[in-house]
C-alpha cells in the first residue's frame, strides 16, 4: 500500500473509532432517559450514524468535545418523535413546547424530555461565557419548537406549503440547534464571539440537510404519515435542482470563513459532504 494510501486509510479508522466512542455516549443517554427512545424509531444504527456525521465534520476533534453536539442531535430526534408521533392534539405540541422553553429559562424538568434538555442545559453551562450566550441559544431552541408544531399544524390540517415556504420552516429539522450548541461548547474563540455572523451560512446549510433527508427518508416518512418535500407537489429533480443552489450558496457564505476560523468553515462544508455521501445522493456539490 502507497504511503499515501496508507495515511488516508489510517485517518478514515481514526475518525470511525472517534464516531464509535462517540455513540458509546449517546447509548449511555438511551439508558438514562428511559421511554424517551422507542425501539421502532431508534434502533442502534441511528446513534452511529448521527456519531458518524458529528466526527466526520469535526475529526480534529476528541469525542468529549463532540458530546454536546452529539446530545443535542440526539435530543432533536427524540423531540421531533414527540411531536410527530406521540402528540394527539396541539394542546400537547403546546405543553412540551413551553416545558422545554421553560427549562431553557432554568426550570426543573418533569418528563424525560425536559430531563435530557436539562442536563445538556447544564452541561453547556460548564462552558465559561455560556450565561452571555444563553439567550441565543434559547431564541435558537424556540424557533425550532415554533418550526415543528408549524410542521404537525400542516399535516393534521392536510395543507401543502408552498417549496418556499417548506424551506422557510427547516428550522424543524433542528441542524441549526445544535451547530450553535456545538460551537457554543466546543468552537474556537471567534466563532464563540461571532456567533451572528456563523447564522446565515449554517441555515443555508440546515436547509440542504432538510431536503436530503427528505429524500433518505421520503418511503419511511410514506409509511409513517409523516410530512415530506416530494409531497408537495414538486419533483425529485426540482428538489436536487434546489439543493444544487443552496449548496453553491451556502460555500460561498462559507468561503470568507476560512480566513477567521477555519475549522469553523470545515465543519460546515463536512456536514454537506458527509451527510450527501452517507445517503447516497450525488452530484449535488457546490
Not at 489510517?10 to 449511555?28: I, K, Q
Not at 462552558?127 to 424556540?142: D, S, T
Not at 415554533?146 to 433542528?174: F, I, Q
Not at 476560512?258 to 462544508?269: D, F, G, K, M, N
Request: aromatic share 8%; charged share 25%; proline share 3%.
Amino acid at each position: 500500500m502507497a504511503g499515501d494510501e496508507l495515511g488516508e486509510a489510517s485517518e478514515l479508522g481514526r475518525v470511525c473509532a472517534l464516531a464509535a466512542e462517540c455513540a458509546r455516549d449517546l447509548r449511555r443517554c438511551v439508558e438514562m432517559y428511559g421511554g424517551l427512545f422507542p425501539r421502532a424509531a431508534f434502533d442502534p444504527d441511528l446513534y452511529h450514524a448521527l456519531c458518524l456525521s458529528t466526527a466526520f465534520s469535526s475529526p480534529w476533534s476528541a469525542a468529549e468535545r463532540l458530546k454536546v453536539a452529539n446530545r443535542a442531535a440526539l435530543w432533536v430526534r427524540a423531540v421531533g418523535w414527540l411531536v410527530e408521533h406521540a402528540a394527539a392534539t396541539r394542546d400537547e405540541v403546546d405543553e412540551l413546547s413551553r416545558d422545554c422553553m421553560g427549562v431553557a429559562d432554568g426550570a426543573a424538568p418533569r418528563v424525560p424530555a425536559t430531563r435530557f434538555l436539562a442536563d445538556l442545559r447544564d452541561e453547556m453551562a460548564t462552558v465559561k461565557g455560556f450565561e452571555g450566550l444563553r439567550g441565543r441559544w434559547r431564541a435558537q431552541l424556540e424557533r425550532m419548537l415554533t418550526a415543528m408544531e408549524r410542521a404537525w399544524v400542516w399535516r393534521e390540517a392536510g395543507m401543502v406549503p408552498s417549496l418556499g415556504r417548506y424551506l422557510d420552516n427547516a428550522d424543524s429539522c433542528g441542524s441549526s440547534f445544535v451547530d450553535l450548541s456545538h460551537w457554543i461548547y466546543a468552537g474556537d474563540p471567534w466563532a464563540r464571539r461571532h456567533l451572528g455572523e456563523l447564522e446565515p451560512a449554517s441555515r443555508h446549510v440546515q436547509r440542504y440537510l432538510h431536503l436530503l433527508g427528505d429524500l433518505a427518508s421520503y418511503r419511511r416518512d410514506v409509511s409513517w404519515g409523516d410530512l415530506n418535500v416530494l409531497m408537495l407537489g414538486v419533483s425529485h429533480g426540482d428538489v436536487t435542482d434546489r439543493m444544487t443552489v443552496l449548496a453553491q450558496e451556502a460555500a460561498a457564505l462559507i468561503g470568507p470563513l476560512r480566513e477567521v476560523s477555519p475549522l469553523t468553515a470545515a465543519y460546515l462544508r463536512r456536514q454537506i459532504g458527509f451527510n450527501t455521501g452517507f445517503h447516497g445522493i450525488s452530484g449535488l456539490m457546490a
